[in-house]
């Protein structure tokens, strides 16, 4: 129970930041292309908690589905940033991102999944 509270509340967070008015953001400008790294981050993070949220679920070849499912909440994101009028825009770089988010997330699942089966 507590990994699912875990996944939701990630969940939440990334869907706050998303939405969050650009006005209300510190703008820092880190290096260029610095913002794909933290929109990737956030995903794996996100690939990672559902993985380990409902590893049964997402064994074998089921292992896509989760791509699958950060591919949409990504679009969903970047869809309701442009069709909202917050100071936000729609990105395909940044969908492009975060779905790329996950292959980190998923190889730290696998590799996790590694140490600890004996």
């Known amino acids: 129970m507590l990994k699912k509270i875990a996944f939701f509340t990630y969940l939440l967070l990334i869907t706050t930041l998303s939405l969050w008015p650009s006005d209300g953001l510190p703008d820092i ?7 794909k790294i933290i929109h990737a981050g956030m995903y794996a ?3 990672f908690i559902l993985f380990w949220a409902w590893p049964a679920r997402f064994s074998d ?7 699958l499912a950060v591919f949409l909440w990504g ?22 991102a975060n779905t790329l988010g996950y292959i980190p997330g998923w190889i730290c699942w696998i590799w996790i999944k590694r140490i600890n089966t004996p």
């Open 29 to 35: 400008a880190l290096f260029p292309g610095a913002d």
């Open 45 to 47: 993070g996100l690939t």
């Open 61 to 67: 070849k089921k292992q896509l589905f989760p791509l």
């Open 75 to 96: 679009f969903l994101m970047e869809f309701l940033q442009g069709f909202t009028h917050l100071g936000r825009t729609f990105d395909m770089t940044d969908e492009l």
